[in-house]
């Protein structure tokens, strides 16, 4: 059965310790072979600007990493969770 995912929108952030990766949330069209393409998200690593897949399920470092993710998303517009609001600019100067 073949699959594959479609990204519609991405946002990541750089990992201070090792700038070659990044984590991302992604809002995606997951295809998959005689079923009706799924809408839904992701985090996903990537090593030197690609997907890294390999790893699987992607490790959030904590949950300072998510919040912030789903901040940048909701500020580009694209993420919209039950009508929660982020305070983006306190979000994005806590330390991850």
């Known amino acids: 059965m073949g699959s594959r995912v479609e990204v519609l929108d991405t ?21 998959v072979e005689d079923e009706e393409p799924m ?19 992607a490790r959030i470092p904590n949950e300072t990493w998510m919040l912030k993710l789903m901040a940048k998303a909701a500020q580009c517009g694209w993420y919209k969770p039950f009508g929660v609001t982020f305070d983006f600019d306190l979000l994005m100067g806590m330390d991850i």
Not at 19 to 29: A, Q, R, S, T, Y
Request: hydrophobic letters at 30%; a negative charge; charged letters at 30%.
């Open 11 to 31: 946002v990541g952030l750089a990992d201070d310790s090792d700038n070659d990766w990044e984590l991302h949330f992604e809002k995606c069209i997951y295809h």
């Open 39 to 57: 809408d839904g998200f992701r985090f996903i690593w990537y090593h030197e600007g690609r997907k890294c897949g390999h790893r699987g399920q």
